[in-house]
């Protein structure tokens, strides 16, 4: 069982930074893929990052990046909009990086982050 936890998420001033965080059980990075995804009040969950593809309106501001000896995944975000508050998730994938949610295996309990403007 693979279990994810998230942390790093918190309130932040637009054009601000935070660093999120996604603990992983166990070394699962070369077996999986692995993806960021959020989801807004009143929204879906929608895809955010994976090693090679990035939601057009975060990229450039956003990088994942990851520590295989910490089996920790992280997404740093800078220059926060207000647009960007949304519960963040981790997720892991036994297939294929991709962005359709319902196709990840296994998910963190997810951080929030808030950006005021």
């Known amino acids: 069982q693979v279990q994810l936890v998230e942390s790093g998420g918190g309130l932040v001033q637009a054009g601000g930074s935070l660093r999120l965080s996604c603990v992983a059980s166990g070394r699962i990075f070369s077996s999986y893929a692995m993806g960021w995804f959020r989801q807004a009040p009143g929204k879906e969950r929608e895809f955010v990052a994976s090693?090679?593809y990035y939601l057009h309106s975060v990229k450039g501001r956003f990088t994942i990046s990851r520590d295989n000896a910490k089996n920790t995944m992280y997404l740093q975000m800078n220059s926060l909009k207000p647009e960007d508050t949304a519960v963040y998730y981790c997720a892991a994938s036994k297939i294929q990086a991709t962005v359709v949610p319902a196709l990840y295996d296994y998910w963190g309990q997810g951080t929030q982050v808030t950006v005021s403007s």
């Open positions: 090693y090679t």
